[in-house]
Each structure stands twice: as structure tokens, then as C-alpha cells.
């Protein structure tokens, strides 16, 4: 086999040499570097623009005056910024606040909705991911026949679409009494999910059996092991995991739309339709309903700032194991 020669390969010795066929110019490496570098900020501020216009658009609405909300629409701020609209669909302002004569007099029970919201978020989730991660630790570490063909039955409910259940699980709660109840609209999301069990399973199976092996010698038993070593060791995504179960519930509409639609467990999707039906006319009164949107994103906002942290911790995780 030949051997390369450094010493006498076309090699460019110069500027010149290194010059393209055309004979154009060549482009230097650290300016390709920092095109490549602005191209990806460009890229990300475009990005952050398309995701947080319609947000930043909702707030401007909600703090927006009736009266001058659409003389100023061009305009990237409100003109005469102001919190009334957030007080009146709230219900603070007093009725004969003459005010009201520009909007619709509709109103929400935030605290109520908020409330029902929480509850239903709560009963929603907690359940779900434990029982997730108990099915998802048997998966992992249990042998047991049929683990595998079960498994991937149990994955295959991911290709069924969640309309197809719902005339079903409508069914089953109204026969069994649940109808307008916290746990009615709750039942379908305690349960495990398929993506919860597959996304713990795969984080599960890198805990080091060594670890485990180790605590079984000492005499600690599998629940031992499984709530004292594993769930610890991968807080990261189980917190993960959580908030995107609680976005998810939160931001449900249909469910609890169907199966709660009394006033006393109305969650905040459901309460914000109702604001809307309130309008008389049929006009819609955008100052209103867009404060009712921001009064439901500042929730699930909090929680993104408060456990956005653990996210990036388990998709570093991840990525890396």
C-alpha cells in the first residue's frame, strides 16, 4: 500500500494556493465559524418571536382599554395600559362602574375555576405517575413470562386516538354516578399511560444494577429499593414527567367539558368558554377573554419557571447516558 507523503502532498502553501478553481477569494475559517454563529441567533430570535408573539399579543389585549383596542392595533403596546379588565372578568369592579357599559358584563369565579382547576390537575397526575412508575420499575427490572410481548401490547395503545375513548369513558362515568365530580373528570388520566410507563422504563433500565444488587445484599426488598434508591436517583425526570402531565390536564378542555359542566367544578378551560357565551351579541370581547386566557397561562407559567431546571437536567441525562 502507498504511503501518503505530508512532505511532497498537495498541500497549499500559501494564500494563493488555497485559493478556489474559479479563482474567487477564499473565505476565511473563523468567518465561516461566525456566520454559522449569527445564522444560529437569527434562527433562535425567530423561533422565540413565533412562540411568544401570540403570548405577548394576548397580554397587550388584556391590558388594553375596550374603547381604543383596535385604534392602536398596529401598535406593539397598549396605548393607555390598564388592569380593569382583569378586575371586571374577575368580578372586583362594582356593577354600576359606568366602565362596564363598553364590554360584555361577562365575568369568571377565578378563584372557583382556579380552585377546580388545581384539584383536578392534582387528582390527575399524582396518581398517573405513580402508578407509571411502579409499572415502568416491573418492566424494567422484573422477570416475569411475557414481559416483552405485554410491553409492547401495552405501548401499541399509544396508535388508538384519545376521541375514541371518550363515548366509552363517558359511559362508564355516568353510570357510575360521577358525573359533575372531581373524580370523574380525573378517572381517565390516574391511570398509567403508556408514554409515562415507556419514558420511566427507559430511564430505569440506566440505574446501575449494581446499585440495586448492592441494597438487595443489605436486605432491603424490591419496594424498598424502588422508593428509597431509584425514585431519587431520577427525581429529574419524574419532575419532568409531572409537569408535562399537569400542562396537559390543565390545559384540557373536551373532558371536562363533558363531564363537568356544573358551575362548581368548571376548571379554568371550561370557565373561559363560558366567559365567551356570555357575550351578548355575539360580539367578542377580546379585552375580556384574552385577560381570561393570561389569568389561565400564569399557572402553568409559574411551573414551568419553578421545575424548567429539572427539565433540561433530564434531557441532558438522556442525551448522555
Known amino acids: 500500500m502507498a504511503k501518503l507523503d505530508l512532505k511532497t502532498a498537495d498541500v497549499p502553501k500559501t494564500r494563493e494556493d488555497a485559493r478556489p478553481p474559479d479563482g474567487s477569494a477564499p473565505i476565511p475559517i473563523h468567518s465561516r465559524a461566525r456566520f454559522s454563529g449569527w445564522f444560529g441567533y437569527v434562527v433562535l430570535v425567530l423561533f422565540a418571536i413565533i412562540s411568544l408573539g401570540p403570548i405577548w399579543i394576548a397580554v397587550k389585549t388584556a391590558l ?122 380525573a378517572a381517565p388520566y390516574a391511570l398509567m399511560t403508556p408514554f409515562a410507563v415507556f419514558f420511566l422504563r427507559q430511564m430505569f433500565l440506566s440505574t446501575p444494577r449494581e446499585l440495586e444488587e448492592s441494597a438487595l445484599i443489605d436486605g432491603a426488598c ?39 359542566r356544573d358551575r362548581s367544578v368548571q376548571v379554568m378551560a371550561v370557565a373561559i368558554n363560558s366567559f365567551r357565551a356570555q357575550q351578548a351579541g355575539g360580539t367578542p370581547d377580546w379585552s375580556g377573554l384574552m385577560a381570561c386566557t393570561v389569568l389561565g397561562i400564569i399557572p402553568v407559567a409559574v411551573l414551568l419557571i419553578f421545575f424548567g431546571r429539572k427539565v433540561v437536567e433530564s434531557l441532558q441525562y438522556t442525551g448522555f447516558r
Do not use: C
Open 64 to 185: 388594553s382599554d375596550s374603547g381604543t383596542l383596535f385604534t392602536s392595533a398596529s401598535s406593539l403596546l397598549p396605548q393607555h395600559p390598564t388592569l380593569f379588565n382583569f378586575e371586571r372578568v374577575i368580578g372586583l369592579v362594582n356593577p354600576a362602574d359606568p366602565r362596564l357599559q363598553q364590554t360584555s358584563f361577562g365575568k369568571v369565579d377565578f378563584y372557583l375555576a382556579l380552585k377546580n382547576s388545581v384539584a383536578f390537575t392534582l387528582l390527575a397526575v399524582v396518581p398517573q405517575i405513580a402508578f407509571s412508575a411502579m409499572a415502568a420499575y416491573a418492566f424494567a427490572r422484573l422477570r416475569f413470562y411475557g414481559r416483552r410481548v405485554i410491553f409492547f401490547l401495552f405501548l401499541a395503545a399509544t396508535m388508538i386516538p384519545s376521541v375514541v375513548l371518550f363515548i366509552p369513558n363517558f359511559i362508564l362515568i355516568k353510570d357510575l354516578g360521577w358525573l359533575n365530580t372531581y373524580q370523574g373528570m
Open 222 to 260: 424490591y419496594f424498598t429499593i424502588f422508593f428509597r434508591i431509584v425514585l431519587p436517583v431520577h427525581r429529574s425526570a419524574l419532575a419532568t414527567l409531572s409537569m408535562l402531565a399537569a400542562m396537559n390536564a390543565w390545559n384540557d378542555f373536551f373532558w371536562p367539558f363533558l363531564v363537568g
